[in-house]
């Protein structure tokens, strides 16, 4: 990607990065693309499969190419944010832990403390992530 091009001319945050690709077409290729700096992904041969899908019989004739298009785009953008919850929450939660972990061997958190800091980060979880 050019992002590191970018950010050395010190244009990043005055310039937008739009991916128009045939390659991603699942929602980790999408991730990746995101993660590398992507700002906007146009997935041309995605959509073009699925209008070749729906001539081919293979989706509903009853739903408009617009229709499935607006499908997909809500399917990896919820897949997105999926990976994204679980990540920070993945990354959050070993972080915790490791603290905690630390705190225990030090022998200055209690086991009743300990339960308690993870209770609140399985609520924190449950509240921000759909998964």
């Known amino acids: 990607m050019c992002t590191p091009f970018v950010a050395r001319l010190q244009l990043r945050t005055r310039a937008g990065l739009l991916v128009d690709s045939g390659e991603p077409r699942e929602v980790h290729q999408f991730c990746l693309l995101v993660g590398y700096g992507a700002d906007a992904v146009c997935p041309y041969l995605a959509f073009e499969s699925l209008a070749m899908m729906q001539r081919d019989g293979k989706l509903p004739a009853s739903l408009s190419l617009d229709e499935l298009k607006k499908r ?29 972990e630390y705190a225990g061997a030090a022998g200055t958190m209690s086991s009743r403390s300990r339960k308690a800091c993870f209770s609140l980060l399985r609520r924190t979880f449950a509240q921000r992530c759909i998964i």
């Open 72 to 100: 997909f785009v809500k399917g990896v953008g919820v897949g997105v944010l999926k990976v994204r919850c679980f990540a920070s929450s993945h990354n959050k939660f070993f972080a915790l832990q490791d603290c905690l």
